[in-house]
């Protein structure tokens, strides 16, 4: 089927803590959604029957919980596709976005995916929860069919430092069907990285496809947008629509159309302006064997030689123990806690690059607190061990390796990021004697990060 995401330069409000009237809101959310119209009909053109839109896209970010209170429409939140915004906007008062995005599905015959602020009523008297305010406000993500109808919402669970959202009191495990692709489930950004909502859906519905908007800042050397969607593609065996914001100063671009064997990824930090992809992708419906069974693959053994020097160094907040790649070849350990991490390599070329093999197990508490098993093979900033860790965006060096570790869950990660922010291939993965491993002959081009990065859930 064709598939569609777009990332959006989202037209900001100057002055987002500011109060403003409903109207000036709508008024700038109007701005957004007229390049969204565009968008859908280029999408629809080039033959696409779902198209995604990234979170914040249509009202921004930086808002306090009051100042964000004219963006937010209302939406009914069930799952019953029986109102259509479109041809029904007088069933319920402060649906103008809403209603816009139904009739761009509508006027398209396209199933349509979008990110929106939405208001929910409550009583303090019947509901504990309810905040002082007398009002819930989500992050939401709405689904609509071709003809218009509203199909799935969801409430995003995991906020990232979102004070003028509250946090839904249980997770919305939400999905809607397709007469091209069968089902899509959806959640939102962070949410990613946490086992509720996300890992919870597609293991209980059995999900092949997932649509997941997103405002994410990267993070290098393991959390790039483009780099983690497509682990994540790759671990679970499922398509992803990744639709993220373009905002190039503030670290956030990278989108896609992930399937776990070929992408088609937006990656772009010097220029601005939003970017439509469209690509045809297979419909998944045999179960391929995921990543987290246990398949089985080659485990070269240990070398008798000893390991160079193992030394600490600050990765995106975390003390990772690590220990140099030195000469063209070698067999390297470091170890963490319970986990050790092994590289076999062979470099093809000898550059003046320095790499290191790291290890970390542990919780990791900046911006977010989650338990985190990596082992990662990455491209130092200089030549000195102090800048292992460091963000680093091109290599020179072809590396042929063969990573491994003692992992202690299943949800792990394999992450291969290349010069230039593009995405490789390995040619082998998953399980063998306990151990996760990943290999790779020769990288498409200089190697930037080669990881295992396990999400212990249960450790959170």
Known sequence: YMAAVYEHES???????????????????????DIY????????????????????????????????????????HSHSGKWNPCREPYLYNDTEVIQRLSCMALKNKIFLVANLGTKQPCERSSDPRCPSDGRYQFNTNVAFA????????????????????????????????????GKFGMFTCFDILFFEPAV???????????????????????????????????????????????????GMTGSGIYTPVKSFIYH???????????????????????????????VSEKGKEQSPPSFYAEMMYDNFT?????????????CANTLCCYLSYRRAVLTDELYALGVFDGLHTVHGTYYVQACALVKCGGLSFSTCGQEVTDANALIDFQLWGNMSTPYIFPLLLTSGITLDFADHMGWKNNHYFLSKNRTSAGLLTAALYGRWYEKD
């Not at 037209?11 to 959604?33: H, Y």
């Not at 669970?157 to 509250?166: P, T, V, W």
């Not at 772009?268 to 089985?296: C, F, Q, R």
């Open 11 to 33: 037209i900001l409000s100057p002055t987002p803590a500011a109060l403003v009237e409903r109207r000036a809101a709508l008024e700038l959310m109007g701005r957004n959604l």
């Open 37 to 76: 119209e565009q968008q859908v009909l280029a999408a629809a053109r080039q033959g696409a029957q779902i198209i995604v839109f990234p979170e914040d896209g249509i009202h921004g970010f930086n808002f306090s919980r009051s100042s964000i209170y004219p963006y937010l429409d209302f939406v009914p």
């Open 146 to 181: 071709a003809d218009g109808a509203l199909l799935a919402t969801y409430r995003k669970h995991n906020l990232y430092f979102e004070y003028a959202f509250d946090t839904p009191a249980e997770p919305d495990y939400a999905f809607f069907d397709t007469p091209f692709a």
């Open 200 to 250: 919870n859906l597609i293991r209980e519905y059995n999900l092949k496809q997932i649509v997941y908007p997103t405002a994410w800042m990267n993070q290098l050397p393991l959390l790039s947008a483009v780099e983690f969607q497509q682990a994540f593609s790759t671990a679970f065996n499922v398509i992803i629509l990744a639709a993220n914001i373009h905002h190039p100063t503030l």
């Open 268 to 298: 772009n930090m010097e220029s601005y302006g939003g970017k439509l992809i469209v690509a045809e992708i297979p419909v998944i419906t045999t179960d391929y064997k995921t990543n987290l069974e246990k398949t089985p693959g080659r």
């Open 322 to 334: 690590f220990v140099p790649l030195w000469g063209e070849k070698g067999e390297l350990q470091v």
